[in-house]
C-alpha cells in the first residue's frame, strides 16, 4: 500500500511493509520551521518509536518520534580514525577521497576502497544475485548485504579478479597491497600473518565501537584503521557474514604468484578468535571482500 502523506511540511511517499514502515522523501516544495530537521535528507524510517533519518552525507540522526527530541547524532566516519593523526588523501577515478597514513615507510590507505572503475575508465560489475555472483568469472563488487548503507564506513567488496586486473582499480600510482607489505606492517606491531598471532589492536579503530565484542585495546596507534567489513561467500549461496566480526583485505603474494585475504578478527561474547588475531587464508575466487591499496 502506498499513500502520500504530509510530514513536517515536506510530501513523502509512504510505502507498506510487513517488516517495517519506511517513508521516502519525494520533494520538499515550502521552507518550514524543520527545514534544518529535514536538510539533504535521503530516506526516513520509523521504527522502534524512532524516526531515522538517513542523510545524503552519510549522517543518520535518530529522534523520538513522539517528542521529536533528538536521541543521537551518528556520522559513518566518527569513531574509525585516529583523532591526533595528520592523514593525507588519495582520490579515486570515482572521485571518492580517501584519507592515507604513512605507516613503517609505507603510504596506506586509511579506508576501504570504494570504486565502481579501474583506471582506465571501464566499469567493474555490480553483481547483486546470488547465483550470478558465485558464478561469474569477471570483475565485480557489491556492497554488504547488496545495501548502500553499509559503504560508509565499510566501503564495498571485490572478487578476487578485481585485484588481480592489469586494468588496476587502485588510483594512479598506488597498487593493490601485497603479501610482503602487510606482513612488514604487522611485524612492526609485533606480530607475523603467517600464525594466529594476538598482536594487531594497533591496526584496528578503536574500542567496540564497530568491533564486536571485548576489544579492550584496540587503539589505532598504526592509523590503518581497519573496519570489520565481513564478506560475501563465493562458493557457496553468495551469501553475506562477519559484518563487525571479521574484516579481510585482499593482498598478492609474489613468491607465490596466488591472491589472499589478510584478515583481522574481533572476539565474539568470548567466542571465536583472541580480539587481536591476524593472519592470512585463501578463500574462492568469486568471495567477496575489501581492498586498501598502498603508493607505489
Known sequence: MKTLINFFGALMLHVGMSAQTE???VATEQPTAYQDFMHNVEEIIFQDGQVQ???TSGIVEFYNINTLDKLSFFDCQDHVFHPEYDYGSVT???GNTYKTIAINGEVWMAENLRTTRFNNGDSIA??????????TNGPAWCYYNNDPIYECPYGKLYNSFVSTDTRNVCPVGWHVTTLEEYADMVESYGGTITSDDSCCGALKSPGNYYWQGAEVGADNASGYSALPGGMRAGNTDGE?????QFGWWQFYSITENQLYNFALAGGVNGSGPPNWTAYWNYFSPNAGTSIRCVQD
Open 23 to 25: 517513508y521516502h522523501r
Open 53 to 55: 533519518l538517513m542523510k
Open 92 to 94: 579515486d577515478i570515482d
Open 126 to 135: 555490480n553483481i547483486l544475485p546470488h547465483p550470478e555472483w558465485i558464478s
Open 240 to 244: 553475506f557474514a562477519n559484518l563487525g
